[in-house]
């Protein structure tokens, strides 16, 4: 059983707040990825990481950023969030491309 | 572009019958493919994979089958229980170490 772990599991905040989407896996993978998801939609990937000190944006144009200093951690930041980022976040990780990425149960994010 | 995409996007199927979700992909080059179960409230988990030299992988009640002349992957559930209502996606694997997800299929099992 993958071990991934987000919070805060809920959030409803204001307009102009900075908020961080923390995610923590303990399995030591190099690979890790968000994704942004609406209600009964499919999956769109925003970020991604191959390692530390290594982010890439995904397929998804997001304002949001990633950090990945250390291996077993990979936040992600809204600088002043918008009702537009309403949504649910999603991480995952992956030991390597062959593998299966196993997903956290995600945020739900609200901003009003 | 290239996509990832499902028939159906809802499926209701009687408790012990057996369901099929289907997904068509466009991209002759994908070498990996994923099955995903999410469950509302929860991410998606891992269900089965395939790679793009087999036709086929059974696990526990389900089967993965692939067939690249059409470009298309099922997924068979067998003996359906309540349990089992929930939305499935597809994933695809451009081999680019990335994952496109389709649609997803919601799958309501009737008691």
């Known amino acids: 059983e993958a071990d991934i772990y987000q919070t805060p599991r809920y959030l409803v905040i204001g307009t102009g707040k900075k908020i961080t989407l923390e995610c923590s896996q303990t399995?030591?993978?190099?690979?890790m990825y968000w994704y942004q998801q609406d209600p009964g939609m499919e999956l769109h990937l925003i970020h991604y990481?191959?390692?530390?000190?290594?982010?890439e944006k995904g397929d998804l144009s997001s304002e949001s950023t990633v950090s990945r200093i250390r291996t077993e951690h990979f936040p992600l930041t809204l600088e002043s969030a918008r009702p537009s980022h309403t949504s649910q976040y999603l991480c995952?990780?992956?030991?390597?491309?062959?593998?299966?990425?196993?997903f956290g149960d995600g945020t739900r994010l609200s901003i009003l | 572009g290239e996509s990832v995409g499902l028939h159906l996007p809802t499926l209701s199927v009687q408790e012990g019958d057996n369901s099929i979700i289907n997904c068509a992909y466009s991209?002759?080059?994908?070498?990996?493919f994923i099955w995903y179960k999410q469950e509302s409230g929860k991410g998606p988990q891992f269900i089965i994979d395939?790679?793009?030299?087999?036709d086929k992988r059974q696990g526990q009640r389900v089967t993965v089958l692939l067939n690249k002349t059409v470009k298309h992957l099922s997924l068979q559930i067998a003996a359906t229980q309540p349990g089992d209502s929930a939305v499935y996606f597809c994933?695809?694997?451009?081999?680019?170490?990335?994952?496109?997800f389709g649609t997803g299929t919601r799958l309501t099992i009737i008691p």
């Open positions: 995952a990780s992956s030991p390597n491309s062959d593998q299966p990425q196993h």
């Open positions: 399995m030591g993978h190099d690979k």
């Open positions: 990481s191959y390692g530390v000190n290594s982010t």
């Open positions: 991209n002759s080059a994908s070498d990996y």
């Open positions: 395939i790679r793009s030299n087999m």
């Open positions: 994933a695809e694997d451009f081999g680019n170490e990335k994952l496109t």
